[in-house]
Nanobody, 116 residues
Framework: QVRLVESGGGLVQPGGSLRRSCAAS????????MNWYRQAPGKERELVAT????????NYADSVKGRFTISRANTKNMVYLQMNSVKPEDTAVYYC?????????WGQGTQVTVSS
């Protein structure tokens, strides 16, 4: 079955950096787009970044453009989110996601807190 397992969350100071990782299994990873979402307290879940299966084209929410970088390692079935110059408003639970045959699959979600 499809499984997405995230790691790399935690506490980081404003202006700092953090890298999120997501290990995928149970599907042909290289053929699927991968996404990172986040959900802050009291807010709806929002799409942060997307990377395509072929060519690795990326797209970002305006709020993180120029600060976050999504990447993938198809040989390792891994997707990453490099978070630089983080701000307190980046505080949220971050989720790895993919859609396969019309079904959306989610990682367990891990907390990222930006605070001094």
């Amino acid at each position: 079955q499809v499984r997405l397992v995230e790691s790399g969350g935690g506490l980081v100071q404003p202006g700092g950096s953090l890298r999120r990782s997501c290990a995928a299994s149970g599907f042909t990873f290289s053929t699927y787009h991968m996404n990172w979402y986040r959900q802050a307290p009291g807010k709806e879940r929002e799409l942060v970044a997307t990377i395509t299966s072929i060519g690795g084209r990326t797209n970002y929410a305006d709020s993180v453009k120029g600060r976050f970088t999504i990447s993938r390692a198809n040989t390792k079935n891994m997707v990453y989110l490099q978070m630089n110059s983080v701000k307190p408003e980046d505080t949220a639970v971050y989720y790895c996601n993919t859609v396969r045959a019309g079904i959306s699959y989610w990682g367990q979600g891990t907390q990222v807190t930006v605070s001094s």
